[in-house]
């Protein structure tokens, strides 16, 4: 922003954020993407600071005080900011943020994630790992550490009717939101994937002239898979994967970790500054998490347990 000659401080675009959600009322404010919500509050912002230049430039040219300009003046000029702010600008700001939080992201993986990775895709060479997420961190764009690990990613953001109903429901006088529609699309996904595998691989069978049955075998993730989730979120991510069939593995992790999801949706705990989130979505996720409780199969504290958790889900099952 500064490149562009915006002086704004980044607290100044989350709260913009948390109105904006505010502004447009609890289902609706929750259902907004975290992206639309951002390009909003940085344009939100940017003409603000616009407004604020103009109107100082007028009382300069006419040796008067901005407090003393009237009405008509204030609505010219947010009316001239509303128009001088640009969508390729305040999209440019957005990307390099997206980009620079995944680049973030990178510099503070936690230090056994990449072991646990490895270890996974070691002892288990046919497992498919896909990341869910409701907003737009993606693992596949972080080529320097998870991007070799994962085979796909599937965000809230993509299914815009499914997203605008959960938060519907979710608002609703019983609150009985239904998680099941993202978590079917990341089966499909898999499902597709598994399948372009295993067509792969007779394909190379039939051209090295083997046998070819046409039948999947049991090792190629398409017939009765194992879905185990892993996530740091009672209600999404346990709560919504249990009601598809997987099996849940949470991530409760020590102190020393600094899990920011102990910060969000407690009873006991305070949002973090950089939650946008209404009080009544912070209230129903808070009921969602307690049913989800006993959904949990595995609760980890240490990221190196991963492996052997899944081991154990796997002999149980």
Not at 14 to 36: F, K, L, Q, W, Y
Not at 77 to 88: F, P, S, T
Not at 135 to 141: F, H, Q, V
Request: aromatic residues 8%; hydrophobic residues 40%.
């Amino acid at each position: 922003m500064a490149n562009y000659g915006y002086d704004i401080e980044p607290d100044a675009i989350v709260e913009s954020a948390a109105r904006i959600r505010e502004e447009a009322g609890p289902a609706t404010g929750s259902a907004m993407t975290h992206t639309a919500v951002r390009l909003l509050a940085i344009r939100r912002e940017m003409e603000k600071k616009m407004v604020e230049n103009k109107l100082r430039e007028c009382a300069e040219d006419w040796a008067t005080e901005v407090s003393s300009l009237t009405g008509p003046v204030r609505r010219s000029a947010e009316k001239w900011a509303k128009a001088a702010v640009q969508d390729r600008v305040v999209e440019s700001i957005y990307c390099a943020w997206e980009g620079e939080r995944h680049h973030s992201a990178e510099r503070h993986l936690y230090p056994e994630v990449i072991a646990s990775l490895q270890r996974i895709k070691e002892e288990h060479p046919e497992v498919i790992i896909g990341a869910v997420t409701d907003g737009k961190a993606n693992p596949l764009l972080m080529v320097f550490t998870l991007a070799p690990y994962f085979d796909f990613c599937i965000s809230w953001e993509d299914d815009a009717s499914g997203r605008t109903e959960f938060f519907k429901e979710l608002c609703n006088v019983n609150g009985n939101a239904d998680l099941q529609w993202i978590y079917r699309a990341a089966y499909d996904k898999y499902r597709e994937i598994a399948e372009t595998r295993r067509d792969l691989r007779m394909s190379m069978v039939d051209e090295v002239g083997g046998p070819s049955s046409g039948v999947a075998s049991e090792n190629d993730g398409c017939d009765d898979p194992i879905w185990i989730h892993v996530g740091d979120d009672l209600a999404y991510d346990v709560g919504g994967s249990a009601s598809c069939g997987a099996k849940t593995i949470l991530l409760d992790l020590d102190d020393d970790y600094g899990q920011t999801a102990k910060s969000r949706f407690d009873h006991d705990a305070r949002m973090p500054s950089w939650s946008t989130a209404p009080m009544e979505e912070i209230i129903r996720r808070r009921v969602m998490n307690d049913a989800a409780e006993e959904m949990v199969n595995k609760r980890l504290s240490r990221l190196s347990m991963l492996s052997d958790a899944i081991d154990e889900i796997l002999k149980e099952d």
